[in-house]
């Protein structure tokens, strides 16, 4: 039987920095990335999706935020994502 957790190999460095979008229209609400990693993120008061707190977390923070990612039901949580402002287009930005 195989291992269920993320393989870390295939992974980038802890050290190395780390971009994170989110795509709010994939989220589910089930929480697991503001329970795993709440420094980077949170979920909305009004229909419990997923808040990106911090796009480029700290040393300190990745390794939670990938293990958060790979927690995702929905996978809304996008690892180094060219952009994660929330700019129109970007996978968190209203309407997408």
Do not use: K, W
């Not at 190999?9 to 979008?21: F, K, N, T």
């Not at 229909?47 to 390794?63: F, H, K, N």
Request: glycine share 12%; charged share 15%; proline share 12%.
């Amino acid at each position: 039987m195989s291992d269920p957790s993320p393989s870390y190999s295939s992974m980038s460095h802890p050290m190395e920095p780390l971009r994170i979008g989110v795509h709010r229209g994939r989220c589910a609400g089930a929480g697991m990335c503001a329970l795993t990693a709440p420094e980077v993120f949170d979920q909305d008061d009004e229909e419990g999706l997923v808040v990106l707190l911090q796009s480029a977390p700290g040393p300190g923070r990745r390794a939670a935020a990938r293990m958060a990612a790979g927690l995702c039901p929905a996978g809304a949580i996008i690892l180094n994502s060219p952009d994660s402002t929330g700019s129109p287009g970007s996978p968190d930005s209203p309407g997408s």
